[in-house]
């Protein structure tokens, strides 16, 4: 089995920063895509951004400039650096992986979630 464990969520300011890291373990051969999604009270969940194994990433556009995503392979953890954060940036936020496991098989894991309040 596969478990993705999240850290750092919390209370900040507008204007602020905070960082979430989610670290992967368990029957863990390869780690593909990992992502963060967030979802607020009331609306869908919504992808963040997304880190592939090679290190490319992409960013939903009310974000960019403003967050990075970023992980080491090493540790099977992503990270998520939240910089000027904003009171729309309230949510739950997920992490979420695409994970080979020991067996060769392929599924998709999430975080359990931790809260950004984003006070203004």
């Known amino acids: 089995q596969v478990q993705l464990v999240e850290s750092g969520g919390g209370l900040v300011q507008a204007g602020g920063s905070l960082s979430l890291s989610c670290a992967a373990s368990?029957?863990?051969?390869?780690?593909?895509?990992m992502a963060w999604f967030r979802q607020a009270p009331g609306q869908e969940r919504e992808l963040v951004a997304k880190?592939?194994?090679?290190?490319?990433?992409n960013y939903v556009d009310s974000v960019k400039g403003r967050f990075t995503i970023s992980r080491d392979t090493a540790k099977s953890t992503v990270y998520l650096q939240m910089h000027s954060v904003k009171p729309e940036d309230t949510a739950v936020y997920y992490c979420?992986?695409?994970?080979?496991?020991?067996?060769?098989?392929?599924?998709?894991?999430w975080g359990q979630g931790t809260q950004v309040t984003v006070s203004s």
């Open positions: 979420n992986a695409e994970v080979v496991r020991s067996d060769y098989t392929d599924y998709e894991y």
């Open positions: 368990g029957s863990i051969f390869r780690i593909n895509d």
């Open positions: 880190i592939s194994s090679f290190g490319i990433t």
